[in-house]
């Protein structure tokens, strides 16, 4: 069995990211770290794409919201 690397858990991508946080949340990073996504049950593994799920519309939310408002700002200054 071929030796795993160690995750380096301040350069992933965005997403990556986002997952190990959340595994965090749920008090599963350790778990993950030491044995592998594999070692999640489905419910989970589910949990936590729910989560992502929520997390990314939450996130979407927020900047067009901010974007509106930027808009709104230049229009009151024309």
């Given at each position: 069995?071929?030796?795993?690397?160690?995750?380096?858990?301040?350069?992933?991508?965005?997403?990556?990211?986002?997952?190990?946080?959340?595994?965090?949340?749920?008090?599963?990073?350790?778990?993950?770290?030491?044995?592998?996504?594999?070692?999640?049950?489905?419910?989970?593994?589910?949990?936590?794409?729910?989560?992502?799920?929520?997390?990314?519309?939450?996130?979407?939310?927020?900047?067009?919201?901010?974007?509106?408002?930027?808009?709104?700002?230049?229009?009151?200054l024309l």
């Amino acid at each position: 069995m071929a030796k795993k690397k160690p995750i380096d858990l301040q350069n992933l991508e965005p997403e990556e990211q986002l997952k190990y946080e959340i595994a965090e949340e749920l008090g599963l990073l350790e778990r993950v770290m030491s044995d592998g996504w594999k070692s999640l049950s489905a419910k989970e593994t589910g949990r936590i794409g729910g989560l992502m799920t929520k997390k990314r519309k939450e996130m979407k939310e927020k900047h067009q919201k901010e974007l509106a408002q930027e808009e709104s700002r230049m229009e009151e200054l024309l």
